[in-house]
């Protein structure tokens, strides 16, 4: 008996993982959402929390914010990304540690990342210090509002500088997979950097683009902790949101908290599907165009 | 291999559920209770965010319960009593009736309303507790907890009264009442704000804007009333939303927690910071954290207070061990112990004229911090707190009406 004749048993551990973690979770939470709860009495299953989240003032602002984080964060990173993998693929004096500093900070834990932005860039902030040093400002309120801000710019900054260095890990993965001779090749009949880059190297990193960007966004909208500690107090983000009714001390809120946990997962769940409906054509026509 | 394995979970769980029942419990005497929590461990939920009060229940506390009990004491740090309720409510869900996770909570207010709405604490068992003869009982501040009745189901540990701090060197006279604090507020733009509700300091800020509104507590007290509610809710929002204007940030965002308040104190970014327990302000003295010139003070209309409690979940499996601790909280001793400054500095859950001569002379001996408001002091103008659907139904107008 070999592995290959038997997949199920290699698979196994991780579905049973999936399976009994990921999935019971989910269903548990979908079985929530729909308002069905005997511990306090919940037992005729509707659509009610549904209705309530979605028709109350907060959600379409929270909702509106998630997308925005999610949307700058993932853009700005996977063009600072972009540019990083292909500055670092080429050879120059000091590429190793520059290599070395770009990816450090994969090993640094969102949060311990947000507490540092916030040591850095809030109103009394390294940045404002300096800034009050030089004799810029007198006091913290004059130093532009860069956490707690309308604009989540505190947050987009956290997850560009942890993100910024995951796109490239891949990316450069893909570059050294695909190797110099497509863009040489192109180069050699006469097409100008711009050109090689546009028309070669650029579609067939693309895939590879796409999945870590898909990644990059599942997780900026579905994260809490950073939205906790860096945004504001309105509108919150939707997970902080969920969060908040899912501490609400009436147990009777839990619904709608499960019922907004499924609507990020459903999000979630759109964003990959997207994914997979535009990346894998564009997979299929990289190889078929070799 | 299985056989064994399952063999090895039978017999751990037999041996950490052999005081789940606490119907038996409730038949014993006291010490043949302490006999039967001898080698139990008690998974202790409690809000870890001080260092202080982390050391004096992991090592001060821990260190007695090995010594005279053999019970192993295993804090479990936590963000807020919701995460604990949560996981009991899971627990229950899931049927585990007599294996939870959880054996002791430090717990309050809402969230001990939330227990007792899903039927998870474990009651009826605290006159069992040798050291609850010194508990006053007779107080309806203790016998409540946050108006819902505590009817045997959590022990009273600490008793707390809402202080604000201010830095002297800052503001030499700060306000002493909420009148002339509003009035502060909009003299100094920018220098003054709350956490946004529900945090629970926040939420307790409101409450003495709300009360302020509704000219005293006295007409608030008892069941939630809709007419009332109304009038003073409205006045309430009027008069944050007037002073939105002058908070920091001009009132557009506000913190989302008190320890994003205290860090804007300690930053010098807002002139005032305010706590249910003063002791932190000393506490954060102490740590270097705040000035030195930090002091603290009342309202001359009052400010609430309210009394903590630990609680025993309906399926903690080491019932007689959890007992032990509360009845190990309660003694005077350790309420001597923690009342100290330098190691927490709380005021006492208990009536200290009940106690031995010896605690009566180590709580006159206590000098406090001078960041740190007396308790005497504070008492002079206590308010008490409202019923949990009082603090529900402000909480949420506060977020429609204010911080939307």
Known sequence: MTGRANPFWLLAPALLVLGGLFLSALGLTLIRSFRYMPVIGLTEPDLAAYAAVLASPGFLASLGLSLWIAVASTGISAVLALGAALLLRQTFPGRRLIGFLVQMNLTVPHVVGAVGMAYLVSQSGVFARLAHAAGVIDAPGQFPALTQDPFAIGIILLYVWKEVPFITLILLANLQSIGADHEATARSLGASPWQAFRHVTLPMLRPGLLAASALVFAFAFGAYEIPLLLGASTPKALPVLAWQSYTNVDLAARPEAAAMAVIIALIGLATLLAYAHFAQPMADRGRDAR | ?404
């Open chain 2, 1 to 404: 291999m299985l056989r064994s394995l399952a063999a090895l979970l039978l017999m751990s769980t037999a041996a950490l559920a052999d005081t789940a029942d606490g119907e038996a419990l409730k038949a014993m005497t006291w010490d043949q209770i302490v006999e039967e929590a001898r080698g139990g461990t008690v998974n202790w939920f409690m809000w870890g965010g001080a260092d202080t009060i982390n050391r004096y229940v992991s090592d001060h506390v821990g260190g007695v319960l090995k010594r005279d009990y053999d019970i192993t004491l295993n804090r479990v740090g936590i963000a807020d009593a919701a995460d604990v309720v949560n996981m009991v409510l899971t627990e229950k869900e899931a049927g585990v009736a007599d294996a939870g996770a959880v054996d002791l909570i430090w717990i309050n207010g809402e969230n001990f309303r939330s227990m007792k709405q899903a039927d998870l604490a474990f009651c009826g068992y605290t006159d069992l507790l040798p050291n609850n003869a010194l508990v006053n009982w007779d107080n309806p501040a203790i016998a409540n907890d946050f108006g819902v009745p505590v009817d045997g189901c959590e022990v009273p540990w600490n008793t707390v009264q809402f202080a604000f701090a201010h830095d002297s060197a800052v503001v030499t006279e700060p306000p002493r009442d909420m009148g002339a604090l509003l009035a502060w507020i909009k003299a100094n733009p920018g220098q003054f704000t709350y956490p946004a509700p529900p945090d629970f300091t926040g939420s307790v800020f409101v409450r003495h804007v709300f009360y302020h509104a509704a000219g005293g507590a006295d007409a608030l007290l008892g069941p939630f009333d809709q007419a009332k509610f109304d009038a003073a809710a409205a006045k309430t929002w009027a008069i944050l939303n007037e002073i939105e204007p002058f908070l920091w940030r001009e009132g557009q965002t506000y913190p989302n927690t008190i320890a994003q308040l205290n860090e804007l104190f300690a930053n010098g970014e807002v002139a005032f910071t305010f706590n249910y327990d003063p002791s932190q302000f000393g506490l954060a003295v102490q740590a270097g954290t705040y000035p030195e010139t930090t002091r603290s003070f009342g309202m001359t209309d009052g400010t609430i207070g309210n009394t903590n409690y630990t609680l025993i979940p309906f399926n903690s499996p080491n019932k007689a061990a959890a007992m032990v601790v509360q009845n190990l909280l309660l003694s005077g001793e350790e309420q001597l112990e923690k009342a100290k400054p330098e190691v927490w500095g709380a005021s006492p859950a208990i009536d200290i004229a009940r106690t031995s001569a010896e605690v009566q002379d180590g709580f006159a001996a206590i000098e406090g911090h001078p960041s740190v408001v007396s308790a005497d002091e504070l008492a002079k103008a206590a308010l008490p707190e409202l019923q949990a659907d009082w603090l529900t139904a402000i909480e949420a107008g506060w977020q429609a009406q204010v911080g939307n």
